[in-house]
């Protein structure tokens, strides 16, 4: 059974870091991209960062570029997102994405509100 099950969302004031967790199973997670997406309340899905399958390679969005790191441990099936320097306007459900070639696994997401 695939699971993504995804850790680390909280309450955190602005300028605030959140690192958050995604724990990978039931697939090959070393052979697959993965991305974290937020949605926002009343806004579609956005793609925040991706990560190449053995990790070499990283793309970010451009208002997390700086701000967030993703990182992958294929010995722990694990992606992670580190979010630095938290605005309001970072308030989502993130997402954990696993893909490879048609195949899409997601997550139940993970909770961040960014508030004083």
């Known amino acids: 059974q695939v699971q993504l099950v995804e850790s680390g969302g909280g309450l955190v004031q602005p300028g605030g870091s959140l690192r958050l967790s995604c724990a990978a199973s039931?697939?090959?997670?070393?052979?697959?991209?993965m991305s974290w997406y937020r949605q926002a309340p009343g806004k579609e899905r956005e793609l925040v960062a991706t990560?190449?399958?053995?990790?070499?390679?990283?793309n970010y969005a451009n208002s997390m570029k700086g701000r967030f790191t993703i990182s992958r441990d294929n010995a722990k099936n694990t992606v992670y997102l580190q979010m630095n320097s938290l605005k309001p306007e970072d308030t989502a459900v993130y997402y954990c994405?696993?893909?490879?070639?048609?195949?899409?696994?997601w997550g139940q997401g993970t909770q961040v509100t960014v508030s004083s």
């Open positions: 039931g697939f090959t997670f070393s052979r697959y991209t």
């Open positions: 990560i190449l399958s053995i990790g070499d390679y990283t």
């Open positions: 994405n696993g893909r490879l070639r048609t195949t899409d696994y």
